[in-house]
């Protein structure tokens, strides 16, 4: 591959800096391990080939963050794909993997339109919205109504404060800098149990329904048909497990895509303009859906783009299990915690020319391929690579498209756009807009 430019220069940015240590340089050399906080026992790779070797050409030899797959932990995440690793993992994937193939997924995609509907009728001019919040309701409705099927205002209102419930206790967790913290009988720990016991409810509450023949999710109704390794279905604590993993997964992630695009298309208002005369001429979504990414490339480049600049996975961990050699040079020892940064792997100049621009064509060029899993990876790379990476970009394809067939947005006030990096990369503060009613046709 293409050897980056000599002395590549990085700035990790202020807002990152509280949650990759105070103590870190802020300066970096792309190609150099960059220590982490006080200690520096930890490594932030910040090598294309080294990151390559631990997500894929390595894999075996490094294990997810422990922070996953303790098995203090596994409480928290259950014994769902999330938190799973080796041969468990290997034969599990295997399993789910036919329930999110694209042609499961786009049977999805009236599901999908559907649940937009009410943000349509609802929206009504010049009324100031957070679009990130309605971006979040939006995205969590269409995982719980792709599981459990129809839901009651109630339910969905209940379901909803359960997953918040569980992300504040995980963002707790996970930010801690205090080990075992899992443990401690805290309120949000409680919560966080109650909530996955009305998770665990549900999913009872829909095996039943598919036993005696009543409707219920399509994602559900998939769980109950796939078999494990020895041919045996997955049993009802299986399917609550992986309903747990898909929660902690599914929907934050999309939300954070979803914003970031308005964002990106308010910012650069020429470049919405084509895209929409795009979506014009491609006509309704369900004709041109599977076609390859020439058929859309304003479409397919805002998308690339868009998890360049602002990953919603931006940061994740590997942790040897033996000593080993990265192709960099470094040494790294069993158990030393390694960080991944999407974000700032993405803005490595030697192979994003003008990282900082938004450049929806940068990805048309074939050579583009050679990036993922080195540079460009905001799926991950390797074994463990996102399994719902199909089921994320029809999501937000069909979301995009249905909004924009119908809305465009006015930007409320004038400060900057900022992210926020929690367990996902958010906009700090919301993203506050006045949707004005513009139907293409
Ligand atoms: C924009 C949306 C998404 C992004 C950016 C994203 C990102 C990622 C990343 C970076 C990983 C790798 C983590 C690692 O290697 O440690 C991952 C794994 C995973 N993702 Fe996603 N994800 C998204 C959406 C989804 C969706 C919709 C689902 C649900 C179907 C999902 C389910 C999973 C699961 C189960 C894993 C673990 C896979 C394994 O260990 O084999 N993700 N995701």
């Not at 915690?337 to 048309?364: A, V």
Request: charged share 25%.
């Amino acid at each position: 591959m293409k050897p980056p430019m000599n002395r590549c220069m990085g700035e990790i940015p202020w807002f990152l800096v509280p949650r990759l240590g105070r103590f870190t340089s802020r300066h970096f050399e792309y190609g150099t391990p960059l220590p982490i906080g006080l200690t520096g026992r930890q490594l932030l790779l910040t090598d294309p080939e080294d990151v390559f070797h631990v997500l894929v050409g390595n894999a075996a030899n490094y294990s997810k963050s422990r922070k996953l797959t303790d098995e203090r932990v596994r409480q928290r995440v259950g014994g769902g794909l999330l938190g799973r690793q080796g041969t468990s993992h290997h034969e599990r994937r295997r399993s789910l993997q036919p329930l999110y193939s694209q042609r499961a997924v786009e049977s999805l995609v009236h599901l999908i339109e559907e649940q937009c509907r009410p943000l349509l009728e609802n929206w009504s001019n010049g009324e100031p919205r957070d679009l990130s919040r309605d971006m979040g309701r939006l995205s969590q409705r269409i995982l719980l109504t792709a599981l459990f099927g129809p839901l009651t205002e109630n339910q969905i209102v209940t379901l909803e404060q359960a997953i918040r419930r569980r992300r504040e206790y995980t963002e707790q967790v996970y930010f801690s800098p205090l080990p075992r913290c899992e443990s401690w009988p805290t309120r949000r720990r409680r919560l966080d149990r109650e909530a996955q016991a009305l998770f665990a409810q549900h999913v009872r509450q829909g095996l039943q329904d598919l036993s005696a023949g009543r409707p219920s999710g399509d994602l559900l109704r998939g769980m109950t048909q796939i078999s494990v390794g020895d041919g045996q279905q997955l049993s009802e604590a299986d399917i609550c497990d992986e309903v747990l993993s898909l929660m902690s997964t599914g929907h934050e992630t999309i939300t954070e895509w979803l914003t970031w695009c308005w964002v990106l298309l308010e910012q650069h208002p020429d470049f919405a303009r084509s895209w929409r005369t795009e979506l014009l001429r491609l006509g309704p979504i369900t004709g041109w859906l599977g076609s390859p990414p020439e058929t859309a490339p304003l479409t397919h480049g805002l998308l690339d783009e868009s998890l360049r600049l602002y990953p919603p996975t931006w940061l994740f961990a590997r942790v040897p299990l033996q000593a080993d050699c990265l192709p960099s040079g470094t040494h790294v020892r069993a158990g030393q915690n390694l960080l991944l940064c999407q974000y700032l792997m993405h803005r490595h100049p030697g192979f994003f020319p003008d990282p900082e621009r938004f450049d929806p064509t940068r990805f048309h060029n074939p050579e583009a391929q050679r990036l993922v899993g080195r540079v460009y990876f905001p799926f991950g790379a390797g074994p463990h690579r996102c399994i719902g990476d199909k089921l994320a970009r029809l999501e937000t394809l069909v979301v995009l498209v249905t909004i924009a067939r119908e809305f465009t947005f006015d930007r409320s006030g004038t400060e900057p756009v900022i992210p926020h990096p929690g367990l996902t990369l958010g906009v700090r503060g919301g993203y506050w807009v006045q949707p004005r009613r513009d139907k293409l046709e």
